[in-house]
């Protein structure tokens, strides 16, 4: 097993390199060259499996042996004692063939917790190994920080630069990392106000121009990195397998920015999980919508929404999608991603588009849409959902088939967002009890100009 760039220039790498690696030098995603299989029986082996003994099989192959099986299930063990359900990821029913996955039980309530504890992790674990350090930088649009911020907590070889939209997340997201007092974390509020794709395309940047910062290593801890995307795959084999599979197809529902957590859900398929539909669901910022619906993948102005961690107009993982619909024509990836560097949209070609809208539905839910269905589920169900697990839910209505259970991922705790949820149901819900006093720490974060020079100083003169 090795990776390779979507772009085609760039030297191919082992496990463990992809893992302290952001971007490829040609400016690509690192993918593994081929999808492991996994054949029905096999799948039906699984079926009685823990999460944890189910996130180590599902893993070890894109290791490539650079990891042995106890040194995984060790990392895999450490990750998930902290969450607050046995389950880890438990799977509740909603209403007849429709099941909410509830991702949302890690430290920082949302779903990129799955990965991010493992990435912390293992990124600790090998650089303790190596005796290296290292600096991560990474850009969120509410949920990331927070999550990679408990991720690498108190790692003594890790230093942290979060950048994030000033005034465009949650006061909840926001307090969640800047009320993390540590000497190897550093926010960066950017922008009055910013927004994620301008931190994302400065992230982005700086991984194709890391001289900036010397011979300091820089490491991606956003899902550019290949291992945010692995952790995420192992829960769509889970919730599969308690739905009946291999021998029952079923479809999945996701809430999608940056579409890291529907790509999961696509290799999952490839590796041969019986997936029968992945639906896109977006919010009012809707490139994604508009491109497998009409193939209309045109960049316009990000407009705040009351799901705030989908604001997002710059899909990166879209491109390792592309790559493999494309039959890995780096040549044409690349062709593509300049023409929208340079015009803001590009065109995919109508038989690739034909394998995409295969495998992928989508749609889009406004704020008023999205409120409505937050109301709809609690006086039907007296069961709360966030505002991004709304969209997903609307979006599994749409699309679900009598015959094909539906799963819709639970992407965050309605409590990060107390405001929309006051207003669609008349209350703000309570954090859990390990972030009751959120409110009252002080906070620590510094504001920043969206401009590029101004956030590379700024990291350079506070790296250690």
Known sequence: MHYISTRGHAPKKNFLEVLTSGLAADGGLYVPSEWPIVSRETIQSWKELSYTDLAVEVMLPFTGGMLDKPTLKRLVD??????????????????????????????????????????????????????EHIVIIGATSGD?????????????????????????????????MTTIDAGNIHNLAVGDPGNFDDCQDMVKHMFRHPEFMGE???????????????????????????LG?????????????????????????????????????????????????ANDY???????????????????????LLFDAYAQDAGKIRQLMDGFKADGKLTIAPEVMAQIQHDFVSLATDDDQTVEVMKQVYDAHGYVVDPHTATGVRAAWEYKQEDVPMVTLATAHAAKFPDVTERALGFRPELPAHLADLFNLPEHFTNVPNRLDAVQEWIKRHTA
């Open 78 to 131: 450490k990750s998930y004692a902290v969450f607050r359900d046995e389950d880890i990821v438990p799977l509740r029913p909603l209403e007849d063939g429709h099941y909410v996955l509830e991702l949302f039980h890690g430290p920082t309530l949302a779903f990129k917790d799955v990965a991010l504890q493992f990435l912390g992790n293992l990124l600790e674990y090998e650089l303790k190994q190596r005796d």
């Open 144 to 176: 990331t920080g927070s999550a990679a911020i408990s991720g690498v907590l108190g790692c003594e070889h890790i230093q942290l630069f979060m950048l994030y939209p000033h005034l465009r997340v949650s006061e909840v997201q926001r307090r969640q």
């Open 216 to 242: 300091t290593k820089l490491v991606a801890v956003n899902s550019i990195n290949w291992v945010r995307i692995l952790a995420q795959i192992v829960y769509y084999f889970y919730a599969a397998l308690k």
């Open 245 to 293: 599979a291999p021998a029952q197809k079923v479809s999945f529902s996701v809430p999608t920015g940056n579409f890291g957590d529907i790509f999961a859900g696509y290799v999952a398929k490839k590796m041969g999980l019986p997936i029968d539909r992945l639906v896109v669901a977006t919010n009012r910022n809707d490139i994604l919508d508009r491109c497998i619906r």
């Open 298 to 320: 045109r960049k316009e102005g990000v407009q705040p929404s009351f799901s705030p961690s989908m604001d997002i107009q710059i899909s990166s993982n879209f491109e390792r």
